[in-house]
């Protein structure tokens, strides 16, 4: 159920009754020569889309603009701060409280995103608010990923270029697959990347001039679909999981005994 096509009055039995909601969240960054900047978001909000329409959970309007500073070099790229993000997504998630929703999954396609919206996650889960966890479509398929890409890339590769070919083919740059691997990184080697042990880069125009990683011409739209697919029924079977478990059940546990002060 998609919030912002509803009227207000036909959001009443839901408020009434169910205590869940699905927030989309991606960014607005370079993803390569072949792919848009909407890539995250586009890839987030379809897949809570889908699995909210198979499942009835309420899914909110997306969030496109993420934690993205290390795409600055690259044109078009757009972000907010760490801090000013984590802020914007509890202030959103403290207003869906209001309307009785307890318990919340952010549906995320952006890696810059993860730490904050853990950060998130726990403080409204220290204070009692809500229980908010964030999850990430590939990490919910890696077996699938790693079968169907034998050059993957965490950033405009192939996996999210078979996605893309999915939701919206029209916007992939097809031309452009072997431009982005050959100016890019296609097989990624993370014990090269460290110097002594050290990671020295921050920024993806540190290591790859085409902004992407990965072979992106083992892309197929065929691939995409079965990424999809899988993605969206891991989701589905997290809201079903969610939508089984109280509230109570899920905050933090009291202190043990015995509890501080009791003795005094």
């Known amino acids: ?14 408020v009434a009754e169910e205590s869940l909601a699905v927030v989309p969240l991606g960014s607005t960054e370079q993803h390569g020569p072949h792919l848009p900047l909407a890539t995250d978001h586009l890839i987030a909000e379809s ?3 889908a699995a ?19 795409h600055r070099q690259f044109h078009g790229t757009m972000w907010v701060d760490a801090p000013a993000f984590r802020d914007y997504v509890e202030s959103l998630a403290r207003n869906l409280t209001y309307h009785g929703v307890e318990k919340l999954v952010f549906v995320n ?26 999850w990430m479509w590939d990490d919910s398929i890696p077996g699938l990923v ?25 916007l992939v740059r097809e031309d452009q697959l072997a431009a982005a ?14 110097v002594h042990g050290a990671r020295t880069f921050y920024d993806a125009a540190d290591n790859t001039d085409s902004g992407v990683l990965g072979d992106q011409t083992e892309a197929t739209p065929e691939k995409g679909a079965r990424l999809f697919a899988a993605a969206t029924e891991q989701l589905a079977a997290l809201l079903g999981w969610l939508d089984d478990r109280s509230l109570d059940g899920l905050l933090a546990k009291p202190h043990v005994d015995p509890q501080p002060g009791s003795r005094r």
């Open 1 to 14: 159920m998609y919030l912002a096509d509803k009227a207000w009055p036909e959001l009443g039995d839901y």
């Open 47 to 49: 897949l809570a889309r």
């Open 52 to 70: 909210t329409e198979e499942t009835g959970v309420l899914c909110t309007p997306a969030v496109k603009i993420g934690v993205s500073p290390h």
């Open 109 to 134: 396609a952006h890696g810059g995103n993860v730490e904050p919206l853990r950060e998130v996650g726990r403080r409204l889960h220290d204070d009692g608010t809500a229980f908010a966890i964030e």
């Open 146 to 170: 790693d079968d169907l890409f034998e050059n993957n890339g965490p950033h405009g590769g192939p996996k999210e270029t078979a996605m893309i070919m999915h939701v919206a083919r029209e």
């Open 181 to 194: 691997r050959d100016g890019g990184i296609a097989e990624i080697d993370m014990d090269e990347a460290l």
